[in-house]
Each structure stands twice: as structure tokens, then as C-alpha cells.
């Protein structure tokens, strides 16, 4: 198995030229899995997928959003959920990825299934859907964000929204409150939590997730088997796959049964 190489891409975006970081893991496979993660992320938060054998023929990648990890954000030119579309084509692109699964968690499926929607590929083998923003329910930290003015929010609500965040119980909510305290733009959180919250409710997302002509497959923490929108998924042709003990973010909850699922999705449906 490969050694994960970090590396970094400048990207030409309207005035900015971003500097994005990524990893890559190489596979033997020509298949390669894109991870794109969510508000607050980064890209360690599948960096363990580099270390599950069951993967190791594939070729894995992702990359730090603009504004989180190591990846640069101008604040005199704020971005948005569109603009992210628009960065993941350009990463697609001129890393020139071909043949490949596309994963997305919380916001990162949203990206990845506007992506879907406004660029659709043969290139793309398949949809996995990590908890994404389909519904309003799913804005657990976003539609607090926008409660606040952006002073307001820099002054006192972002560190309100960490701290809520450690009283929870599981260690994914603590790791991610690690991370937006030490590695994300407090602007660039900002920005993304009010076109995140609109597209989720509009309430055409989980129409077009369940309507999208490849293959699927919604990964859900057992923690959130009550989200209102999963019988409707259950009726459709989705795979789903609940990870026990876990919560929002079941790729630090239980990493092994997360990729476990997704190895079983991609090869039973190859």
C-alpha cells in the first residue's frame, strides 16, 4: 500500500488564484473514490481511508475546501456554495481525475451533487452520500450561524458554536471542534452556512438526490435513523447503510464500518 502524499494546486478563481492542499493516496485500481468535506471539515477527516486495506487498490483524494485545512480564502472576496462547485470542477480538471466514485459529507454532498446535477459525466461511476444537506433538519450548525451579523459571529458566536460542540459524546463533534478552532477561517464558515441553509431549504435537494441517474449510496449515523426524508430514500433504488455508534460525523465515530460500507457498495455494484 501506498504512502498518502500531501500536495498543493493553485486554482485561477474570478480574482484569487487559491492555493488548495490535498492528499492523494495512490491505487492500483484505474478507479479513484474524491472525497469533498463539509462546513468545518478539512481533508484529515478521511485521511483514515488511506489506512483501510480494503482500499488500498484505489486511488483516494481530497482536498481542503477554500478557507479550511491548509487551503487559502481571500475575505474581500467572499465565496459560496456555487463557488465551491465551480472549484471542485477545477480540481477535477486539472488534476485531470478520471473514472472516479464521488463522496461528499454533510456540506461536502452538497457540493458534490450540485456538481452532479450542473456537470454530468460518465467519469463519475457513482454517488456516495455522506449524511448531506438534503432537507432543512440537516442544517444543525449552519442555520445557527446565520442567526448572527458577521461581527457578532466573529465576536462571540463561532466560539459559542465550539463549545457547544465538546459537550457532546462522541468524538466527532470534539475533532471538528479542533478543527474549526485551529484550521478554518471563521469568514469562510461564515459565508458558506447561509447558501448551505438556503439550497437546503428550497426543498428540491432530496428530489434531485433521489432522481439523479447513477448509482447512490446514503451512509447515516444510527444516532440520526429518525431523519424525517430516509423512508422516502428506503422506497426509492438508494443504497443505504446505517454505521452504528455514531452520530453526524461517522467518518471519526466508526471509520472502519464507514468504509466498510462503502467498499460493499462499490463492489457489489460494479
Not at 62 to 91: A, H, M, Q, W
Request: charged letters at 20%; glycine letters at 6%.
Amino acid at each position: 500500500m501506498q504512502k498518502p502524499e500531501i500536495k498543493r494546486i493553485l486554482i485561477p478563481y474570478k480574482e484569487n488564484q487559491l492555493s488548495i492542499e490535498y492528499f492523494i493516496r495512490k491505487g492500483n485500481n484505474k478507479e479513484t473514490i474524491l472525497f469533498i468535506h463539509g462546513l468545518g471539515g478539512a481533508k484529515e477527516n478521511f485521511w483514515t481511508a488511506t489506512q483501510f486495506k480494503d482500499l488500498s487498490d484505489y486511488t483516494l483524494i481530497c482536498f481542503d475546501n477554500p478557507g479550511t485545512g491548509n487551503s487559502s480564502y481571500s475575505e474581500k472576496n467572499s465565496l459560496n456554495i456555487d463557488d465551491l462547485v465551480e472549484v471542485t470542477r477545477s480540481f477535477i480538471e486539472l488534476n485531470e481525475i478520471e473514472k472516479f466514485h464521488l463522496a461528499g459529507a454533510s456540506m461536502g454532498g452538497l457540493i458534490a451533487q450540485l456538481y452532479l446535477l450542473r456537470y454530468p459525466s460518465e467519469k463519475v461511476i457513482s454517488f456516495i452520500n455522506i449524511e448531506g444537506n438534503l432537507m432543512p433538519e440537516d442544517c444543525m450548525f449552519s442555520s445557527k450561524v446565520i442567526r448572527y451579523s458577521y461581527d457578532e459571529f466573529n465576536g462571540t458566536g463561532y466560539q459559542e458554536g465550539i463549545a457547544d460542540m465538546r459537550k457532546s459524546i462522541n468524538p466527532g463533534y470534539h475533532i471538528i471542534a479542533n478543527n474549526l478552532e485551529l484550521n478554518t477561517n471563521v469568514k469562510s464558515y461564515y459565508d458558506f452556512s447561509f447558501p448551505t441553509v438556503s439550497y437546503s431549504n428550497n426543498g428540491k435537494l432530496l428530489d434531485s438526490f433521489i432522481e439523479l441517474p447513477l448509482r447512490k449510496l446514503f451512509i447515516y449515523g444510527e444516532d440520526n435513523k429518525t431523519l424525517s426524508y430516509l423512508p422516502m430514500l428506503r422506497v426509492s433504488d438508494i443504497k443505504m447503510a446505517e454505521i452504528p455508534l455514531s452520530n453526524h460525523f461517522v467518518f471519526y465515530d466508526n471509520p472502519f464500518q464507514m468504509y466498510k460500507a462503502i467498499m460493499t457498495f462499490i463492489v457489489n455494484d460494479n
